[in-house]
Antibody, heavy 118, light 112 residues
Framework: EVQLVQSGAEVKKPGDSLKISCKGS????????IGWVRQMPGKGLEWMGI????????RYSPSFQGQVTISADKSINTAYLEWSSLKASDTAIYYC???????????WGQGTLVTVSS | QSVLTQPPSVSGAPGQRVTIPCTGS?????????VHWYQQLPGIAPKLLIY???NRPSGVPDRFSASKSGTSASLAITGLQAEDEADYYC????????????FGTGTKVTVL
């Protein structure tokens, strides 16, 4: 069974750094792209970027380029989303999802709630 | 950021048929890129509902169907049920975005 399990909720202060994770299981982790999606409170889904764990090829949506870093450690089947300096506007639920053959996001993580507040 | 436009809300009585349009452009839906649809129930991660324009994953009821024409796509729900009350999003590839993909603005379906 394919599963994507994300790390738990985080509460941080503005200026803090943060790295959240997404661990894949039940499939060959290095053979599928993993994408990240933001959902701000009460808002829609926003595409952030995507990584191919096999060679760490990474693409960012223009809105998120330079704002976050996407990475992966294929030795432990885990993808990451990282901030170096959080802002209150980063408060959101972040989902990871696996991109499949037709470019659909077939499997999703449960989401990680990130709250940034002073 | 969204370049796929959906109506904010649609509603219908139980048993009725509702449709959700998704309007794109020549850089996404238009040039033969596939459209996918997701259902998001309150407080839960999105779930793939339709892939590659008109295909249902295993387990998705045949009350859900979709189509694509030109630079637009549409999701239809027939025999509307209370459990269908959720947010629905379309998604496609966009050749103008380095980040590859784009979501629709989302539509809230309310069962009256």
């Amino acid at each position: 069974e394919v599963q994507l399990v994300q790390s738990g909720a985080e509460v941080k202060k503005p200026g803090d750094s943060l790295k959240i994770s997404c661990k894949g299981s039940g499939y060959r982790f290095t053979s599928y792209w993993i994408g990240w999606v933001r959902q701000m409170p009460g808002k829609g889904l926003e595409w952030m970027g995507i990584i191919y764990p096999g060679d760490s090829d990474t693409r960012y949506s223009p809105s998120f380029q330079g704002q976050v870093t996407i990475s992966a450690d294929k030795s432990i089947n885990t993808a990451y989303l990282e901030w170096s300096s959080l802002k209150a506007s980063d408060t959101a639920i972040y989902y990871c999802a696996r991109k499949d053959y037709w470019n659909e996001l077939r499997y999703w993580g449960q989401g990680t709630l990130v709250t940034v507040s002073s | 950021q969204s370049v796929l436009t959906q109506p904010p809300s649609v509603s219908g009585a139980p048993g009725q048929r509702v449709t959700i349009p998704c309007t794109g452009s020549s850089s996404n839906i238009g040039p033969n890129y596939d459209v996918h649809w997701y259902q998001q129930l309150p407080g839960i991660a999105p779930k793939l509902l339709i892939y590659a324009n008109d295909n249902r994953p295993s387990g998705v009821p045949d009350r859900f169907s979709a189509s694509k024409s030109g630079t637009s796509a549409s999701l239809a729900i027939t025999g509307l049920q209370a459990e269908d009350e959720a947010d629905y999003y379309c998604q496609s590839y966009d050749s103008s975005l380095n980040g590859l993909f784009v979501f629709g603005t989302g539509t809230k379906v309310t069962v009256l």
